[in-house]
C-alpha cells in the first residue's frame, strides 16, 4: 500500500507560479512511476504529465507543455510539478498518482494509487 499526499496549491494571479508536491510513503517510491492529473469543475479528469521511476523520461499534455514541469526526489520520496505562466483555465483540483513498474502511463485508470488532490484557483 502506498499513502499518497498533495500540497501547494492555493490562489494564484494570472501569470503566476505554483509548485506542487506528492508526497509517498509506505513502498519505495523510486519504484513507481508519478503522474499528475488535473479536475476542473464539471469536467472530466485530465492527464498533465507523467515521470518515470528513475527521473530520466517525463511526458506532458501536448497542452501544457512548456508551462509545467514535473520532477521527482526519490531520496525524499517526493514529486513536483512546477506550473509557471499559470492562467484562469489552470483552476482545478490536482491529483498525484502513483503506479509501480510502468514507464510514464497517461491514462487514469493505469494508476494504482491516488492522493486526495489540492485546489489550485488562478484569479484573472
Known amino acids: 500500500q502506498v499513502h499518497v499526499v498533495e500540497s501547494g496549491g492555493g490562489l494564484v494571479q494570472a501569470g503566476g507560479s505554483l509548485r506542487l508536491s506528492c508526497a509517498a510513503s509506505?513502498?519505495?517510491?523510486?519504484?513507481?512511476?508519478m503522474g499528475w492529473f488535473r479536475q476542473a469543475p464539471g469536467k472530466e479528469r485530465e492527464f498533465v504529465a507523467v515521470?518515470?521511476?528513475?527521473?530520466?523520461?517525463?511526458y506532458y499534455s501536448d497542452s501544457l507543455r512548456g508551462r509545467f514541469t514535473i520532477s521527482r526526489d526519490n531520496a525524499k520520496n517526493t514529486g513536483y510539478l512546477q506550473m509557471n505562466s499559470l492562467k484562469p483555465e489552470d483552476t482545478a483540483v490536482y491529483y498525484c498518482a502513483v503506479v509501480p513498474r510502468k514507464l510514464l502511463p497517461s491514462r487514469a485508470e493505469e494508476y494504482d494509487y491516488w492522493g486526495q488532490g489540492t485546489q489550485v484557483t488562478v484569479s484573472s
Open positions: 509506505g513502498r519505495t517510491f523510486s519504484w513507481y512511476a
Open positions: 515521470i518515470s521511476w528513475t527521473g530520466g523520461s517525463t
